[in-house]
């Protein structure tokens, strides 16, 4: 009986700590009521309240475990790309999101769930620099992941690294 109820307490001790509502307190509806209209979502968590996507270490936490529970590995309080907005609807980023993404958002000075913060998973596809919502007064946006982008000067190399390799199997023939 002991040993059961020991087990039951370190659970609900670590399940505590991974949850990303242990930072801030998470509100209703789900986050699926106002997301991403422009792309399809696969998974999302929030709404937390307050504006997560700063950095105190309690918020840097919940950003951390809502990140790890979209399936995006541990965030290294680096992001991808973060924009400040005012009252927008419609996200812009300056990187190019490609593959799957994770992206949070904050509505600051909107009527709908003012002051709460979200985060989602998607597809970006091949590529697109911006996101629409249904949600009103959104004031920060960050990229947490996304498929890197291979820059113009590795398609270079690879193409120089493949004519040498051609040049030397020229010549052995």
Not at 76 to 101: A, H, L, Q, R, Y
Not at 132 to 148: K, R, W
Request: glycine share 10%; charged share 15%.
């Amino acid at each position: 009986m002991k040993n059961s109820l020991r087990v039951s307490v370190v659970s609900a001790a670590f399940a505590f700590c991974v949850s990303p509502a242990f930072a801030a307190a998470k509100i209703t509806p789900s986050c699926t009521v106002i997301g991403p209209t422009s792309v399809v979502v696969e998974d999302c968590t929030g709404f937390f309240d307050g504006n997560l996507i700063n950095h105190s270490p309690a918020d840097d936490a919940a950003q951390a475990a809502s990140v790890l529970a979209l399936g995006g590995g541990v965030w290294n309080e680096v992001w991808v790309e973060k924009k400040n907005f005012s009252n927008t609807s419609t996200i812009t980023f300056d990187t190019k999101m490609v593959g799957e993404t994770i992206i949070g958002f904050h509505m600051g000075g909107g009527k709908d769930y003012n002051q709460s913060t979200a985060f989602y998973r998607f597809d970006a596809g091949a590529g697109l620099y911006s996101i629409t919502t249904n949600a009103v007064g959104l004031s920060d946006a960050a990229i947490y992941m996304t498929t890197p982008v291979p820059e113009p000067e590795t398609y270079a190399m690879l193409v120089m690294g493949l004519g040498l390799l051609a040049i030397t199997r020229r010549r052995k023939t």
